[in-house]
């Protein structure tokens, strides 16, 4: 027989279970609408503010540059090639001005800096998009040569070093944003060469940008580690009122990801290679290696690349901009959460996307 305490305690537990699962849903959505609110908010006097990206001759870069000069933003896009500044010349409105500029040359580099000093005048620099980039030479480590490396990191890495301390001093007048173009292979090292290194460096030096690692003698807050009091880390740029956001887009169709040109030097960094160790991986792997290429980007690349740019134009107008960006539904989906798991996890993922080794 069921008595009537057993019962009565029996209906407190389940409301009582109910009363704070309801509790916690209703703090949930709370906090995700404070969230969205926070989010959505946005600076104000888009039209008084300069933004300066580089690499705008296509892709990204291009369409961002647009889009900004559309909604009344100053922008400054730095071009590779003639070719490209004209064509953008063309699609934009007259306030849109481009320059050219190779990130590599660290001479230009630095009359870019003066160019923009010049349009920007006291008011500063209120964004820069390190944007600029290329993906070949890339494929397995070994077929590499240490030049192949160079030529990818002088463009994604060292080009973003050099511009960025070139426009330092105008950011911080500005207070602005620094917006730097890493990708989903800064996290994971799916394949060789420079270019997931590369990534790498930019969300390193991001980070570093964004925080300084240590101790400041001057910053006034203390925390508590054992016994000791230690200063907290201070936030390099944010003490100047810099923000500093990461982009990390999946894979989308753009120059970069053209499996036509990443092909062609696949072929010729294959053929370079001296006999045995083109036998030691077998005589149709580097057919194999292409076919499998194909077969995961045609799979995985996007062509809306509005999913990059909406990420980059909310770190540049955002009241709030988010540190990290993860741009694209496999970036979201599959690489991000990839990069949290163990090693052996992502390695066996990784290897399973390669054809296998050996003669045939
Ligand atoms: N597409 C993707 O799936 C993907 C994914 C993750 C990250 N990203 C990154 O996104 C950024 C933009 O790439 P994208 O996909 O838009 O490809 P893209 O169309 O090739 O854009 C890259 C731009 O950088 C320019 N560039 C190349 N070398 C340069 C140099 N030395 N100096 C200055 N500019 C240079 C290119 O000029 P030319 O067109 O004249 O060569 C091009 O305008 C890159 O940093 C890339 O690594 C792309």
């Not at 050219?100 to 230009?108: E, I, N, P, Q």
């Not at 070949?136 to 070994?142: A, C, H, K, S, Y």
Request: with cysteine; net charge positive.
């Amino acid at each position: 027989m069921v008595s009537t305490e057993g019962v009565t305690s029996c209906v407190l537990e389940a409301v009582l279970s109910h009363l704070l699962l309801s509790c916690a849903l209703l703090f949930a959505a709370v906090a995700a609408i404070c969230w969205y609110i926070r989010d959505s908010r946005t600076v104000d006097g888009l039209g008084r503010k300069c933004v300066f990206i580089t690499g705008c001759d296509s892709g990204f870069g291009n369409l961002l540059a647009r889009r900004l000069d559309r909604k009344g933003v100053r922008v400054i896009a730095a071009c590779l090639t003639e070719e490209g500044a004209a064509a953008l010349a063309a699609a934009a409105s007259p306030a849109l001005r481009t320059l050219l500029l190779d990130v590599t040359d660290s001479r230009r580099v630095a009359r870019a800096a003066q160019v923009v000093r010049a349009e920007v005048g006291e008011r500063g620099l209120w964004g820069l998009v390190n944007n600029a980039g290329r993906a070949v030479p890339i494929g397995p480590t070994e077929w590499m040569q240490k030049e192949d490396f160079d030529r990818v990191l002088d463009v994604n890495l060292v080009g973003v070093i050099d511009v960025t301390l070139r426009l330092l001093p105008l950011l911080k007048r500005a207070r602005g944003r620094v917006v730097n173009v890493a990708s989903v292979l800064g996290r994971l090292s799916l394949v060789g060469g420079g270019y997931c290194l590369s990534k790498w460096g930019v969300e390193a030096f991001s980070d570093s940008l964004r925080y300084q690692a240590g101790c400041s003698r001057v910053h006034p807050r203390i925390c508590l580690t054992g016994c000791r009091l230690l200063p907290l880390p201070r936030r390099d740029m944010h003490h100047f009122g810099i923000k500093v956001s990461i982009i990390e887009p999946g894979f989308f169709k753009t120059a970069v990801t053209r499996l036509d040109l990443i092909e062609a030097d696949l072929k010729r960094l294959w053929t370079r290679l001296p006999a045995h160790v083109r036998d030691s991986y077998g005589a149709t792997y580097c057919d194999d290696y292409i076919k499998s290429q194909e077969f995961s980007m045609n799979l995985l690349c996007s062509s809306d690349l509005s999913k990059v740019t909406g990420c980059m134009e909310h770190a540049l107008t955002a009241r709030f901009p988010r540190t990290r960006y993860g741009a694209g539904w496999d970036a979201k989906l599959l690489w991000i959460p990839l990069s949290y798991l163990p090693s052996f996890v992502s390695d066996r993922f990784t290897s399973a996307l390669l054809p296998s080794y050996g003669h045939k």
